[in-house]
């Protein structure tokens, strides 16, 4: 059962399989204008090889974008009520298995998008990283209440496109992706359990 949402909330209750079709027909969505932008135009893509040193370190910065963001909850209530609104609407009817997908779905589809295909069509510089990063945000936002969030989603951006650069290797950032919304997916289930196990 979903549990409703407040009266002063800008959203509706979302099921189950309303989120899983949202998740799912935008990472195709991205996916496709990725495909669209490659084919269309000469794009010079960030490699993708797996290596295990590239895959901690995507690991290890997907912990410190999720440790960040904790301590931005607690330091600035309009960014957690944002995070609260949005991860409620989206979390709250997901089972933990359909978590993987929360982490599957975006990493792969948003970071393609994002930090492979825009980065690299607008060039691998401060440029490319403020840009990509900006849309990054704004896919993010989700309602007038949600501008702190759209604010962090973009620091997110330019992290992960830094990364993307730095290392030379697309699968760091959408390393990082994957495990900063599997992490954050699951502490946020656990206090939302909690809460609601307390009230």
Excluded at 89 to 116: A, M
Excluded at 184 to 192: A, D, M, T
Aim: hydrophobic share 50%; with cysteine; aromatic share 12%.
């Amino acid at each position: 059962m979903v549990e409703q949402t407040p009266n002063n909330s800008e959203f509706e209750p979302l099921t189950r399989t309303q989120v899983l079709v949202a998740m799912g027909g935008t990472a195709i969505l991205l996916l496709v204008i990725s495909k669209a932008w490659l084919y269309l135009g000469q794009v010079s893509m960030l490699s993708v090889h797996f290596n295990p040193l590239e895959l901690w370190l995507g690991f290890v910065i997907g912990l410190g974008i999720t440790l960040a963001s904790i301590l931005v909850y607690r330091l600035w209530p309009a960014y957690s009520r944002s995070a609260d609104t949005y991860l409620k609407l989206v979390l709250t009817p997901l089972l933990w298995p359909d978590l993987i997908w929360l982490g599957l779905l975006p990493g792969l589809s948003e970071e393609l998008l994002f930090r492979g295909v825009m980065l690299g069509a607008i060039g691998f510089g401060i440029l490319g990283i403020v840009i990509s990063s900006l849309c990054f945000g704004v896919l993010h936002f989700s309602g007038s209440q949600q501008w702190p969030y759209v604010i962090w989603a973009t620091l997110v951006g330019l992290i992960l496109g830094y990364a993307g650069i730095a290392t030379g290797n697309l699968v760091v950032p959408i390393m990082a992706h994957i495990c900063t919304n599997l992490l954050s997916g699951c502490l946020w289930k656990l206090k939302y359990i909690g809460s609601r196990s307390q009230g």
